[in-house]
Nanobody
Framework: VQLQASGGGLVQHGGSLRLSCVAS????????MAWYRQAPGKQRELVAT???????NYVDSVKGRFAIARDNAKNTVYLQMNSLKPEDTAVYYC?????????WGQGTLVTVSS
């Protein structure tokens, strides 16, 4: 099983980006999926989660700006990020509970310029 994240890049303050993460391999079930991020010099933090049924949850700092979604037919989770701020700069990692085990994607860098 592998998770492949994409969609990061350089964006100006107030801009938007959409991250994607595709799960591939011998997959029987995918439960919760999530996005984490790690800023330089900081610990990895949870950004958003989504249950198999599509119920989202967010860290307070991104509520109202970010939206997590999933397409179960495509084994894909998305993170729509709007009104980006310089403090959102980080490497973003997707996480999936797949076949009752946890898997991480490789990370995609998001840089927000001021």
């Amino acid at each position: 099983v592998q998770l492949q994240a994409s969609g990061g890049g350089l964006v100006q303050h107030g801009g938007s980006l959409r991250l994607s993460c595709v799960a591939s391999g011998n997959i029987f079930s995918i439960n919760d999926m999530a996005w984490y991020r790690q800023a330089p010099g900081k610990q990895r933090e949870l950004v958003a989660t989504i249950t198999a049924g599509g119920r989202p949850n967010y860290v307070d700092s991104v509520k109202g700006r970010f939206a997590i979604a999933r397409d179960n037919a495509k084994n894909t989770v998305y993170l729509q990020m709007n009104s980006l701020k310089p403090e959102d700069t980080a490497v973003y990692y997707c996480y999936g509970n797949i076949n009752r085990s946890g898997y991480w994607g490789q990370g995609t860098l998001v840089t927000v310029s001021s």
